[in-house]
């Protein structure tokens, strides 16, 4: 397709359970970005990717979150042992050139639910 | 203290007036300056960019920056409904780093 594309657009999970979330960038762009948007609040940064490499991940909240990117196209971001705090959207955002001119085309996010 | 501060609003404009959303950021050594603007239940969209001190304007929308004040402002001019919606305001060091935003404005306009 042309724009970002996020799956799963919807996941609930059972407290402790893994997850992954997928984000399948415009095709070419070679910056890649997860945030985190919690109810009424903006999105929060998460880590960044710059074609396979992993430039920035000062924002993961703790070390049961993990991102790759390993053919810099489709990154996933891991989630083990969700907790009731994980709740929010999960968005991924690309942009076009390597200057990171900040143009993010963002996904239509994943929302995730952790009973 | 967040790198990027706004006012949460709602912010209530009538329709045809002016609205104007502020943002300060903390970090001196940011570079390049966004609004984005995300309707409820949407992903965000970039409206405007801004690198350099001064006004930059784009049809109804006049971003404003003052680096100095480490202040950013947008201006929409001729307010319309459709403008109903919450920006965010997003600040980035250099070309090589991550984006900040702000945690948003609600911006209502009521007809």
């Known amino acids: 397709g042309a724009g970002v594309s996020q799956s799963p657009r919807y996941k609930v999970a059972k407290r402790g359970q893994d997850v992954a979330l997928r984000c399948d960038p415009i095709?070419?762009?070679?910056?890649l970005f997860w945030y985190q948007q919690a109810l009424g609040q903006g999105p929060e940064f998460l880590t960044y990717f710059q074609n396979e490499a992993q430039l920035d991940k000062s924002g993961l909240p703790s070390d049961r979150f993990f991102a790759e990117r390993p053919e810099g196209s489709v990154s996933t971001l891991k989630i083990q042992r969700t907790q009731q705090e994980d709740s929010a959207v999960y968005l991924c955002?690309?942009?076009?050139?390597?200057?990171?001119?900040?143009?993010?085309?963002f996904g239509e996010g994943s929302r995730l639910t952790v009973l | 203290q967040k790198e990027v501060e706004q006012n949460s609003g709602p912010l209530s404009v009538p329709e045809g007036a002016i609205a104007s959303l502020n943002c300060t950021y903390s970090?001196?050594?940011?570079?390049?300056f966004f609004w984005y603007r995300q309707y409820s239940g949407k992903s965000p969209e970039l409206i405007m960019f801004i690198y350099s001190n001064g006004d930059k304007e784009d049809g109804r929308f006049t971003a404003q920056l003052n680096k100095a004040s480490q202040y950013v402002s947008l201006l929409i001019r001729d307010s319309q409904p459709s403008d109903s919606a919450t920006y965010l305001c997003?600040?980035?060091?250099?070309?090589?780093?991550?984006?900040?935003f702000g945690s948003g404005t609600r911006l209502s306009i009521r007809p």
């Open positions: 997003a600040a980035q060091r250099s070309s090589a780093s991550k984006i900040i």
């Open positions: 955002a690309s942009s076009g050139s390597g200057r990171g001119t900040g143009e993010l085309f």
């Open positions: 095709s070419g762009h070679v910056s």
């Open positions: 970090d001196r050594g940011s570079q390049s």
